[in-house]
């Protein structure tokens, strides 16, 4: 018996609050939303459960029992590696907050493993099940899935307040799809430029590239230049394992300094100018069995290649995540995730996590716990901004905003291919020499082809409108582009190694820079030091704002 496919969702013309991004800061959105009564829709760009980084893989938790010191000490410990640029405030939120969440996913029959004692260990989730569960719940909470419906643009009304989005459905050949909304959460995730790792594939920045073409600012983008560790004929860059590695050059010497994770950096120097190989030979023989059950999508390369990770060295590569597993994102002016844009707010990776990871970042632990707070705190947000807003915000009248890569300024002007756009910029970006070890001769010449590319860009890149392949190629290549030039710039105003940016030519943490780096803009990218005070902000003023409008 042959299996009915499943019917695309119908696309509502109009909601409360509209979520763009099916993640784990997505899911945890829709659902706070819709049980403050609002009506809500969730546009994924691939399908709501499996894409994106935390179904592809295990996710750990920054999980802290509220004993003793042990929160408090745990702050601290990131104080320190985070560069001094958290905030406690934020720090304790969260915690809170990954503390009751994940008691809610137990009472919803999440299941977690069982110790010997009979305790359950929730320091962590399995991606799939996680996801898998998040999806019925907002199912359930009466939430529209717009499934492969990636978001193009954002919609803006005369006030430029956000109200709503448009985008393409892949599933019924390419539609366009337009939801009027009286609030946005963007939780599009973040940017890993096509760079190959496992389940990123549909992280590629777009909800910044919309945000910003309506005005909104980001931070934290110098702290971009994550990578991770694959095995050479794998895509999988979980890094947890490798704490067990030994790491040699091609001729099989051993790196000096190449313990992970303190040595890595040496490793990655080392790569270079020589293919690297690891082998887990520090894992004790007892752990191995262990380390497979806790992981096993980690061995899943190695078992189709015949290779025992633990007694055979094996080639390794550094996988680009960007702001993934970095740092950077959309700016948040308050406590409740909302942007320097009125209507718009951000969760999960398409926001800034430097209040909660400071400097560094990575997989899971801070990260995944930021999703669930942020995504809770958005959701709640949106629904009380869309329920404050007069009536009058159903009726207006709506303007696109999207631009580059969908909307070329040229006239008659051939522009480049989408295809050859990532090519280029994936050549200043993805390399360890250009990204990952900076110097401001190095940054300089790579904002000169960047900044080169975006001109071409923003003239010439047109794409067939009836093919939605690559219509979202096109955005995908602009949203990358964009991202590159932030990051670039951002680096450049932190003359300073911190964190996860190490600039040769400044090596030191300069005590002088404990401060966060403002950026914004497309043609013209610009910087500031810190950040204004959420009171003078417009989106803290825009609901008495719109009443005194609707008032009049």
């Known amino acids: 018996m042959s299996r009915r496919r499943a019917t695309p969702a119908v696309v509502p013309g109009e909601v409360d609050v509209l979520v763009l991004g099916g993640g784990p800061a997505g899911t ?8 403050r009564g609002q009506r809500v829709a969730l546009a994924d760009k691939g399908y709501c459960g499996t894409s994106g980084s935390t179904a592809a893989a295990g996710n750990n938790l920054w999980y802290v029992p509220p004993v003793g010191s042990a929160r408090q000490d745990a702050i601290a410990a990131r104080e320190v590696a ?5 905030e406690r405030q934020w720090m304790e939120r969260v915690l809170e907050r990954t503390w009751d969440a994940v008691q809610t996913l137990a009472d919803w029959g999440y299941p977690f493993p069982v110790a010997d004692n009979g305790e359950q260990r929730r320091n962590s989730l399995q991606g799939p099940e996680y996801m898998r569960l998040m999806r019925r719940r907002v199912r359930r909470a009466g939430v529209v899935i717009l499934d492969h419906s990636p978001a193009l643009e954002l919609l803006v009304d005369p006030d430029s307040v956000v109200t709503g989005a448009a985008g393409i459905q892949r599933q019924r050949a390419g539609t366009r799809w337009a939801v009027r909304a009286g609030a946005v959460v963007l939780a599009t995730g973040g940017c890993a430029f096509l760079s190959g790792a496992l389940g990123l594939n549909v992280d590629t920045g777009d909800g910044a590239l919309m945000a910003a073409e309506v005005g909104a600012e980001l931070s934290g983008m110098e702290f971009s230049c994550q990578y991770g560790i694959a095995p050479a004929f794998g895509a999988q860059t979980k890094g947890l394992m490798y704490q067990f590695a030994a790491f040699t050059d091609a001729e099989g010497a051993e790196l000096a300094g190449g313990l992970f994770p303190s040595g890595l950096l040496d490793v990655q120097r080392a790569a270079l100018r020589t293919q690297v190989y690891a082998r887990l030979e520090r894992a004790e023989p007892q752990i191995r069995q262990a380390m497979r059950w806790s992981q096993p999508n980690f061995f899943l390369p190695f078992d189709k290649m015949g290779i025992d990770p633990f007694t055979q060295r094996f080639p390794i590569r550094f996988v680009l995540e960007g702001t993934v597993r970095g740092t950077g994102g959309l700016r948040l002016v308050d406590d409740e995730c909302a942007t320097t844009v009125p209507g718009l707010f951000a969760a ?6 430097e209040p909660v990871t400071g400097a560094i970042s990575g997989g899971g632990s801070h990260n995944g716990s930021w999703a669930i707070s942020s995504g809770g705190w958005a959701g709640a947000a949106a629904a009380r901004f869309a329920a404050g807003r007069p009536t009058g915000w159903s009726t207006a009248p709506l303007r696109p905003a999207g631009g580059p890569g969908l909307r070329p300024r040229g006239h008659h002007i051939v522009g480049p291919r989408a295809d050859d756009v990532v090519a280029a910029l994936q050549s200043r970006v993805l390399p360890l020499e250009h990204n990952r070890f900076r110097t401001e001769q190095s940054l300089r010449d790579s904002l000169a082809v960047l900044d080169s590319l975006w001109s071409a860009v923003v003239d010439g890149l047109a794409p067939d409108s009836s093919d939605a392949h690559a219509v979202v190629r096109s955005r995908e290549a602009a949203a990358m582009l964009a991202h590159a030039r932030w990051m670039y710039r951002s680096a450049l105003s932190r003359p300073e190694t911190r964190g ?10 300069d005590p002088a820079l404990v401060h966060r780096i403002r950026v914004g803009g497309l043609d ?4 500031a030091v810190g ?6 902000h417009p989106q803290a003023r825009v609901p008495g704002a719109l009443a005194q409008m609707a008032a009049s």
């Open 28 to 35: 945890w959105a829709a659902l706070e939303a819709a049980t």
């Open 82 to 86: 985070g560069g001094h640029l958290t």
């Open 348 to 353: 999960g990776d398409a926001a800034s996590r």
């Open 500 to 509: 996860v940016q190490v600039r040769d030519d400044h090596p030191d943490t």
């Open 524 to 527: 013209r990218v610009w910087t």
């Open 531 to 536: 950040e204004a005070r959420p009171d003078t």
